[in-house]
């Protein structure tokens, strides 16, 4: 996980479990477009974006042993089930945080076809549309009662 | 108490600055009348919105939630929303609930306000579309509403800028119309085509329901009350109305209201406007126990908070292969089919539905959440390829079905929630009638219909919307009985004679379109009918 060492707040081994979590709930794509979730920033986002959170994460890395880095895929996801049928608010909170923080990326912007940053003030062009057909509506004649 | 030197008393108190407010609050400065209005939000900052941050879908789900509950910012007050199927939203800030809608903007049809006439059921309006028309027009004109003239399934009407574009989208589900036979017509919506009266054009930023930070979209604190202000009238934010009191003579004489720091205020005033919505006027009016009044103010005939009327909605998605670019455009408005409007016996139910189709679900963020929570798109190594089939991939066509009015449908007090100043929260009952059931059933279905017809791969269903409870309606009806209404036919009350409501609760019926146009045409027309009677107002 790039930039993993400016988290003061985490032991080096709830760094190892976060850069193995993120890339269970979000492993990069087949065809390598999408990234990790393990690539992106995680914890300067939450510096950032959602500082609130941090306390909660470090509770929510503990519930993982320290070898969760060193399992398969697969056997990561299984764990990160029983976490979440345990306690499905605290990983719905997660899941919001590793979301946000990922849709938010460049990169991943580029991939998925949209464009990183706030919406304002470039906005987004679209095309008129062919109203063309609407000549067979009205030709239809009145639809309303009085 | 603490009565503030400052409150002097008001010809005209207005509570509530949202999109009935403001409409009257215009309206009434021509009169030259001392006009107050009271709000307990503040007034929005464009610069603000979340569509200027970098975390702006984060900000949907949290302080720009469509649903107070969830938000709970200072200007909110909980809903119990337990007894009902139906979630309530708003937002609460000078402009109301248009800072957060997505500003698709129908008439009713002439025939919703003669429902008892044409179809047998609930009870017609004391005022018809064409003495609403006028209004309309002149509503059109201050929101800046954008549309096409042609429309077949209303008499002739002129929206004063061009369409908004449809889009690709746009043309991909009338295709679909197209090719059953359907009616389809682009949405009239309060929102900019072109730069008009010192307002700039849509940029296409998608999340309209989260605030507009271009100034596109018309809410009433860009719209309306900049001129009201101008003109005279004097609004007070962060001001929380806890009830309206009456003099020994049953009159309405004023408001006991929380300010910004907490403190108990009077207000004295002659006339009395509540504008508060469908259910945040009868929670006030409830809350208004006097001798007079024990069952709470202007409700001797009981229906105060009674007859609630949502437009409860059922949605289907469809999934297209084609690129659709979902996520750029005015979310909620696109074009809409008004092919199951009117009553046809043969459907099962009486009265019909509105087909509006919406842009998706939304940017990034909110379609994967939304995925997650419908099981759609799930989290893991599935991830990447459900989402990219959804992302700029959906479209949503809702049916927003006409609700007819019952009387188990209510706003009350709730005997242990409150707001941060103590004032009782509302609480709903409602339950869904077998025609709106009936009605939600069919409207799936075509949903279906016409998604299939687009060339949707593949359709997502959900039969009922809870997020849904945008359109708040019937709760203090208007009628010429003032055993079987409130207010009469120009929102006064029957009982309480210089006591008018002009929000939504004064509707009488919901019609299957979005409210807004008509809840503020009728309080230009409640205006004009106090400023023609202003020199006997108070005569029975
Ligand atoms: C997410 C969303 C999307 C929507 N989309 C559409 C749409 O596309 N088209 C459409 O036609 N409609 C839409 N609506 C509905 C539309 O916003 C409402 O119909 C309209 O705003 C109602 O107007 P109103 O004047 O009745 O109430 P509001 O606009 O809700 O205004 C009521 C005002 O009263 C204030 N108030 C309440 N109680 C008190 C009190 N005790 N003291 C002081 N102030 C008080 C509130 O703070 C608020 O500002 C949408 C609504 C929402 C929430």
């Not at chain 2, 949202?18 to 030259?32: D, H, P, Y």
């Not at chain 2, 003032?482 to 609760?505: C, E, M, Q, T, Y």
Request: glycine share 10%.
């Amino acid at each position: 996980m790039e930039n993993a060492t400016t988290a003061s707040a985490c032991t080096e081994g709830q760094l190892q479990r976060l850069s193995a979590l993120l890339d269970t709930v979000l492993p990069a794509s087949e065809d390598g477009t999408l990234p990790s979730a393990r690539e992106i920033d995680f914890l300067a986002y939450l510096r950032e974006q959602a500082p609130d959170f941090q306390a909660e994460l470090i509770g929510i890395l503990d519930r993982f042993d320290d070898n969760f880095p060193d399992l398969t895929l697969s056997r990561r996801v299984d764990l990160v089930r029983d976490f979440s049928g345990s306690d499905a608010a605290a990983f719905r909170r997660l899941l919001f945080r590793v979301y946000d923080s990922y849709y938010q990326n460049d990169r991943v912007c580029a991939a998925i076809g949209a464009r990183p940053g706030p919406p304002f003030p470039n906005g987004h062009s679209i095309p008129a549309g062919d109203l063309s057909s609407l000549e067979a509506v009205t030709a239809r004649g009145k639809g309303y009662r009085r | 108490m603490n009565a503030s030197p400052s409150n002097e008393p008001v010809d005209v108190l207005i509570i509530g600055a949202g999109a009935s407010g403001a409409a009257i609050a215009w309206s009434l400065t021509e009169t030259r009348m001392r006009i107050l209005c009271l709000e307990q939000g503040d007034w929005m900052v464009s610069s603000q919105y979340p569509t200027t941050r970098k975390n702006w879908e984060a900000q949907q789900f949290g302080a720009f939630h469509v649903d107070p509950n969830v938000r709970g910012l200072e200007a909110d007050y909980p809903v119990n929303n337990t007894d009902s199927p139906i979630d309530v939203l708003n937002f609460n800030a000078v402009g109301g609930s248009t800072i957060g809608y997505a500003a698709h903007f129908p008439r009713l049809h002439p025939s919703d306000f003669r429902v008892r006439t044409l179809d047998g059921v609930a009870d017609d309006w004391p005022v018809t579309y064409d003495d609403l028309e006028p209004y309309f027009v002149q509503n059109d004109r201050i929101m800046g509403v954008s549309g096409l003239a042609g429309d077949p399934m209303y008499p002739p009407k002129q929206p004063p800028l061009p369409p908004l574009p449809i889009g690709r989208v746009g043309e991909v589900v009338a295709g679909g119309f197209d090719r059953l036979g359907w009616h389809w017509w682009p949405s009239d919506a309060a929102i900019l085509s072109q730069p008009y009266e010192g307002r700039d054009k849509c940029l296409n930023l998608n999340p309209c329901m989260s605030g507009c930070s271009q100034g596109a979209k018309g809410s009433t604190d860009i719209t309306y009350w900049p001129q009201a202000i101008r003109a005279g009238v004097k609004l007070r934010t962060r001001c929380r109305v806890r009830e309206v009191t009456v003099n020994e003579d049953g009159m309405a004489d004023g408001v006991i209201y929380y300010d910004a720091d907490g403190r108990e205020c009077v207000q004295k005033a002659e006339v009395v406007i509540m504008a508060c919505n469908g259910v945040g006027t009868p929670r006030i009016l409830l809350n208004s126990k006097s001798p007079q009044f024990p069952d709470g103010l202007a409700n001797r005939s009981g229906l105060v908070g009674k007859n609630l009327m949502f437009h409860p909605v059922a949605l289907a998605t469809g999934v297209f292969e084609e690129r659709l670019d979902t996520h750029k455009g005015p979310n909620g408005c696109c074009i809409l089919s008004k092919e199951f409007y009117e009553t046809d016996p043969d459907r099962g139910f009486v009265r019909g539905y509105n087909m509006q189709v919406t842009r998706g679900a939304g940017g990034p963020l909110a379609t994967a959440i939304r995925g997650l929570a419908s099981g759609d798109i799930p989290w893991g190594p599935g991830h990447h390829e459900k989402f990219r089939q959804r992302f700029d991939h959906t479209v949503q066509v809702l049916a927003v079905c006409e609700d007819l009015p019952e009387e188990c449908n209510r706003v009350t007090l709730d005997p242990e929630l409150a707001d941060s100043n103590g004032i009782p929260a509302p609480k709903i009952t409602y339950r869904l009638s077998e025609n709106s059931k009936k009605m939600l059933a069919h409207g799936l279905e075509r949903g279906k219909e016409v998604m299939r017809a687009a060339g949707a791969k593949e359709i997502l269903e959900t039969p009922l919307l809870r997020p849904s409870g945008w359109h708040l309606l019937g709760t203090a009806r208007m009628g010429t009985d003032p055993d079987r209404s409130v207010v009469n036919a120009w929102g006064r009350s029957h009982d309480v004679k210089n006591l008018f409501i002009v929000d939504g609760s004064v509707f009488v019926t919901a019609g299957g379109v979005n409210p807004t146009s008509t809840i503020q045409a009728l309080a230009l027309y409640i205006g004009d009918r106090i400023k023609a009677n202003l020199a006997n107002l108070f005569d029975d």
